[in-house]
Nanobody, 122 residues
Framework: QVQLVESGGGLVQAGGSLRLSCAASGRSISSYAMGWVRQAPGKEREFVATITWSGGRTFYADSVKGRFTISRDNAKNTVFLQMNSLKPEDTAVYYC???????????????WGQGTQVTVSS
């Protein structure tokens, strides 16, 4: 079992930056694909970014490509999401998630964190 805890969310003005962290416990995530998924009010969960177990490959939703960067530190059992040039439409609860097997560009994961709120004001 993998437990995931997100941190780093908050309120930021449009154009600003935030860095989300996801601390894993229970077992090593070094063999898991990791991802970030977000959910805005009244909307379904939306894939944001994912990274392979080694960190060698990353994939992004078109809406965040060039602005967000996902990374991981397997030695610290932690995953990050650097978010730059934030827009009001990025406002959502951001979830960290882990998946056995290959990366996918859809919100289908085996383990989920509780989420952290990101609010971008205009």
């Amino acid at each position: 079992q993998v437990q995931l805890v997100e941190s780093g969310g908050g309120l930021v003005q449009a154009g600003g930056s935030l860095r989300l962290s996801c601390a894993a416990s229970g077992r090593s995530i070094s063999s898991y694909a990791m991802g970030w998924v977000r959910q805005a009010p009244g909307k379904e969960r939306e894939f944001v970014a994912t990274i392979t177990w080694s960190g060698g490959r990353t994939f992004y939703a078109d809406s965040v490509k060039g602005r967000f960067t996902i990374s991981r530190d397997n030695a610290k059992n932690t995953v990050f999401l650097q978010m730059n040039s934030l827009k009001p439409e990025d406002t959502a609860v951001y979830y960290c998630a882990a998946r056995r097997g290959p990366v996918v560009t859809s919100p289908t994961y085996d383990y989920w964190g509780q989420g952290t709120q990101v609010t971008v004001s205009s």
